[in-house]
Every structure is written in C-alpha cells, then in structure tokens.
C-alpha cells in the first residue's frame, strides 16, 4: 500500500510528494508508515488538502496498487476510493 500511496503521490512531483506527507503527519498525526493502517484517514486529508483534485491522486494511487496486487483495474462509476480499497481486500481474502 505504502508504495502504492508513493507513486500517486508522484503525479504532483518529488516535492509535492514531501508537502503533503508533512500535511498528513502535522494535520492529521498520520505518519507515511501508518497510511495503510488508515487509508480513509489518507482519503480525507488529501480531499481536504486538494478538493476535487484529490480524486486523481486517490485513482493513479488504486491503479498502482491493483497492479502491483495483480488485480486488473477498471474503473466503475460511484466508486470511491475506499470502495476500490475494500474491494482489493475483498479480493485479496478470497
């Protein structure tokens, strides 16, 4: 997930990358290492960080997590960042 969380985060660059795990640990008390343990905690900041703007940081963050989960991306109408998080989980417990 960490790694997943690092590349979305890329589509801002090296030091936007850096701005908004400050943002996260210093607003959020979320540190980078518990974001797996907190996605919706993630979510929420970014969306509050960005706005709408979060939703492309949240989808290029599920699509490099599926891919490296083997699980192929498609996206659905509705669906929402922890709804595509819940769903790898659902998929990854069967």
Same mark, same amino acid.
Request: hydrophobic share 40%; no cysteine; proline share 1%.
């Given at each position: 997930?960490?790694e997943?969380?690092?590349n &979305?985060?890329l ?6 990358? +850096?701005?908004? =795990?400050?943002? *996260?640990q210093?607003? /959020?008390?979320? #540190? ?13 900041g ?6 709408? &703007? ?8 599920? +699509?490099?997590? =599926?891919e490296? *989960?083997?699980?192929k /991306?498609?996206? #659905?109408?509705n ?14 417990d069967?």
């Amino acid at each position: 997930m960490l790694e997943a969380v690092d590349n &979305g985060l890329l589509t801002l660059g090296e030091s936007g990358r +850096k701005a908004v =795990y400050f943002h *996260l640990q210093n607003i /959020y008390s979320l #540190k980078k290492e518990d974001i797996a343990d907190k996605p919706e905690v993630f979510a929420e900041g970014l969306r509050k960080i960005f706005g709408v &703007g979060a939703a492309v940081i949240e989808k290029a963050t599920v +699509k490099s997590l =599926y891919e490296k *989960l083997g699980i192929k /991306y498609e996206e #659905k109408k509705n669906h929402d960042f922890m709804t595509y998080i819940r769903d790898a989980q659902q998929i990854l417990d069967e």
